[in-house]
T-cell receptor, first 113, second 116 residues
Framework: AQSVTQLGSHVSVSEGALVLLRCNYSSSVPPYLFWYVQYPNQGLQLLLKYTSAATLVKGINGFEAEFKKSETSFHLTKPSAHMSDAAEYFCAVSAEGINKFYFGSGTKLNVKP | GAGVSQSPSNKVTEKGKDVELRCDPISGHTALYWYRQSLGQGLEFLIYFQGNSAPDKSGLPSDRFSAERTGGSVSTLTIQRTQQEDSAVYLC??????????????FGPGTRLTVL
């Protein structure tokens, strides 16, 4: 069985500050991990994904995430927040041969000027 | 190019009525997924299609829910005898192929269903 937990349904940061969105997963097999972003009034789009290659994954818009097996985590970070980063972020897990994707409940990021 | 489209964008219905939600995937995408997003919840996986086939229907919440896909393209999610707990945003996504768990999915804008 697989599941994802996103700690913090709302995160607020100041423009220019570090963004850290937390994702912990549970998987009985080696996971594939994803971060999707949903901007206001838009559909979800892929930010980045981990599929068993490099543990540090770089995505679009300066975001990156690190797969840490020992901590069962895949936290999303960005060194300096922009106003345009305000959106809802979803972490998701899947695995080899499992054509189902389990999403977390999402974290809404607010960026203050 | 055109993305995933869904119709209607909003649907208000009365309890007990049937509704049909439509998804038009990106042309050429063989894999198609349906999700449900309830208020304050994450995305709940409902079903996926590889071509016209749905190998696993276990994510459908009840037998009131059914889905089909024709011609390897358009998919319809049908909810019979709607209940208030069916109120949610229904999202459709497609991907070029069923790659076995590492698919990048392209999402539509969703259909917001409200059951009165």
């Amino acid at each position: 069985a697989q599941s994802v937990t996103q700690l913090g349904s709302h995160v607020s940061v100041s423009e220019g500050a570090l963004v850290l969105l937390r994702c912990n997963y549970s998987s009985s097999v080696p996971p594939y991990l994803f971060w999707y972003v949903q901007y206001p009034n838009q559909g979800l789009q892929l930010l980045l994904k981990y599929t068993s290659a490099a543990t540090l994954v770089k995505g679009i818009n300066g975001f990156e995430a690190e797969f840490k097996k020992s901590e069962t985590s895949f936290h999303l970070t960005k060194p300096s927040a922009h106003m345009s980063d305000a959106a809802e972020y979803f972490c998701a897990v899947s695995a080899e041969g499992i054509n189902k994707f389990y999403f977390g409940s999402g974290t809404k990021l607010n960026v203050k000027p | 190019g055109a993305g995933v489209s869904q119709s209607p964008s909003n649907k208000v219905t009365e309890k007990g009525k049937d509704v049909e939600l439509r998804c038009d995937p990106i042309s050429g995408h063989t894999a198609l997924y349906w999700y449900r997003q309830s208020l304050g919840q994450g995305l709940e996986f409902l079903i996926y299609f590889q071509g016209n086939s749905a190998p696993d229907k276990s994510g459908l919440p009840s037998d009131r829910f059914s889905a089909e896909r024709t011609g390897g393209s358009v998919s319809t999610l049908t909810i019979q005898r709607t209940q208030q707990e069916d109120s949610a945003v229904y999202l459709c996504a497609s991907s070029p192929e069923l790659a076995g768990g590492w698919d990048t999915q392209y999402f539509g804008p969703g259909t917001r269903l409200t059951v009165l």
